[in-house]
């Protein structure tokens, strides 16, 4: 696995962040659940890959150009047909640095937002809260150090006020809190093993339901060159 992260992080260095579909890839690889998804960079592709998911998809641009793909709107959900897939595909190919585009699975459930930091003086801290456009609205998160352990992931996820949504709330189902659990263990251990190599990883959303907690989206952020294996030095 190593190999593979290493492979995916000296690809992206030039860019400074590793575009979603090899943080997608990256992550599966480490074991963590990932929704289903394609990089498509021709309508031929897109058709296949959503034919295959299923419709509705979700479809979002690929471009080392495009960090925040809410601001070039390069986000487009619930595509319910090959006549729209196409249409967003063509739309997406006229944004700066076009490298194709993320076909993948349409997946519901409650949204939440798991992350990392590299602290220069603490080192990585996961971040574990509710997701999606309501992470700032409300701002329903709790953190800790890593590496965690499984007491660790427990108190995070109990402290949440939006705890309530994953356990079941007002008849409503609980979601996959194994899943939920394990994917935070995986990502800590992860986080910690790359720490030389990242300054954060974003993953928003994690979609969780009563059958699975997945990754719908992810960023990570590259150190600069002349951080890399300094931080020992600097605490």
């Known amino acids: 696995m190593k190999d593979t992260w290493r492979r995916i992080l000296d690809q992206s260095r030039p860019h400074g962040w590793v575009v979603e579909p090899l943080a997608l890839e990256l992550l599966g ?3 963590l659940a990932v929704a289903d998804f394609a990089w498509v960079r021709d309508i031929d592709e ?3 890959a959503a034919a295959r998911f299923g419709y509705p998809v979700v479809a979002k641009v690929v471009s080392p150009a495009v960090l925040h793909k809410s601001e070039v709107n390069g986000v487009e959900v619930d595509i319910a047909n090959p006549e729209t897939l196409g249409r967003v595909f063509e739309r997406f190919a006229g944004l700066e640095g076009f490298d194709g585009m993320v076909v993948a699975e349409m997946v519901a459930g409650v949204e ?3 992350g990392a930091r590299i602290d220069y003086q603490f080192g990585p801290v996961v971040l574990v809260g509710l997701g999606g456009i309501t992470a700032e609205l409300f701002r329903d998160t709790r953190i800790r150090m890593a590496p965690l352990g499984e007491a660790d ?3 995070m ?3 949440l006020q939006a705890a309530p949504l994953l356990t079941g709330f007002r008849g409503r189902p609980g979601v996959d809190m194994q899943g939920l ?8 251990g992860l986080v910690v093993e790359m720490a030389d190599e990242i300054e954060s990883i974003d993953l928003n959303p994690v979609i969780c339901n009563p059958e ?5 989206d992810a960023r990570i952020m590259l150190t600069r060159d002349e951080e890399r294996g300094t931080r020992d030095e600097r605490t």
């Open 112 to 114: 939440l937002i798991v």
């Open 212 to 216: 699975r907690c997945v990754v719908a």
């Open 46 to 48: 897109a058709a296949a």
């Open 157 to 159: 996820l109990a402290e």
């Open 181 to 188: 659990r394990r994917l935070l263990l995986d990502f800590s």
């Open 153 to 155: 992931v427990a108190a």
């Open 29 to 31: 690889g480490a074991g």
